[in-house]
């Protein structure tokens, strides 16, 4: 087997957070693939490096569209909904995205019309982690 293919086990990080072992593993990890911006793989040494022990068996870095929707300001056609809730332009930039366990953009009128009406263009949905008992 190729040494620089990744273990089975290496860690994910998105956005600059860690993404446990327990959310990938029980599905509440959620992140479309029209959402990603970049995604790189890092092996051996390069992420331990960067990781130590923690990136032993590689890592998987996703960044996602969801961060260059907080450096834009609203163009007030876009409707943000956290966890079913519409939220505000202003209270989608205070999430603190280390909380988030999902995020999907959405264009279809169909979805966007359930929690906007025809003027908006597009639906940022965001889920957060649910807490640990």
């Known amino acids: 087997m190729d040494s ?22 029980n599905g509440w990890f959620l992140l479309r693939k029209d959402d990603i911006r970049e995604l790189k793989y890092m092996v051996d040494t390069s992420s331990v490096k960067l990781y130590g022990v923690r990136g032993k068996n590689g890592a998987i870095l996703i960044n996602t569209k969801l961060l260059e929707y907080k450096s834009k300001p609203n163009n007030e056609k876009s409707i ?8 505000s332009y202003s209270e989608y930039k205070k999430i603190d995205f280390s909380n988030i366990s999902g995020i999907a953009t959405f264009t279809d ?10 003027k908006n263009t597009e639906l940022i949905y965001i889920t957060s982690k649910i807490p640990a008992d």
Do not use: M
């Open 4 to 25: 620089k293919l990744l273990d089975e086990k290496p860690i994910l990080i998105v956005d600059g957070n860690f993404i446990s072992s327990y959310e990938k593993n």
């Open 109 to 118: 009128k169909a979805t966007i019309i359930l929690y906007g009406s025809e």
């Open 80 to 87: 943000f909904v956290l966890d079913g809730k519409v939220i």
